[in-house]
């Protein structure tokens, strides 16, 4: 059992009532103070915590951003197994009933929901695309890959990159 952020309180209250609970129990309760710290025992695909629950936490422990850092950082954050940001699966996901929507890529979506939607990931939420149109998603989508710190294709390819395309 997890306790996380445990209060002076919750701290008092069992070590007032540890004299009364079994010693296997106490074995497998640990407290911690960041719920990243449970990704080290379980896979994130195994646990879900309510946005709240991650909001919360993250007064007292900032994430790594997702928006405007390297690829490789958002890698290394996220650990997920098949190499994919999850900005990017959600997206994709999402979009791939609605690539014959005219303009899907060029219209804008609301600027203020993709900015929400961006924090959120920054936060480490679980995003929900369910009240957000489609242009949207796809601004979500542009706005990662704009805001990359580093280029998708680095400055060294732009040349290779080009001829490629010319063939």
């Excluded at 990931?121 to 929900?128: L, S």
Aim: with cysteine; net charge neutral.
């Amino acid at each position: 059992m997890y306790i996380i952020h445990p209060s002076r309180l919750v701290k008092l209250t069992l070590a007032l009532v540890k004299p009364f609970i079994s010693a296997k129990f106490w074995k497998k309760v640990v407290s911690i103070e960041d719920i990243n710290h449970v990704y080290r025992s379980i896979d994130r695909d195994q646990i879900t915590f309510p946005n709240y629950v991650i909001r919360y936490n993250a007064k007292y422990s900032r994430p790594k951003p997702i928006f405007g850092t390297s690829l490789v950082s958002v890698l290394e954050t996220e650990r997920n197994p098949d190499g994919i940001p999850q900005v990017i699966q959600d997206c994709i996901e999402y979009l791939q009933d609605y690539m014959t929507v005219e303009g899907l890529f060029r219209q804008s979506g609301e600027s203020a929901k993709i900015d929400r939607i961006a924090k959120a990931y920054n936060f480490g939420e679980k995003v929900d695309f369910g009240d957000v149109d489609v242009h949207t998603v796809a601004g979500v989508l542009k706005k990662f890959f704009r805001d990359l710190a580093d280029p998708l294709f680095p400055f060294e390819y732009y040349e290779v990159i080009i001829q490629f395309n010319s063939m």
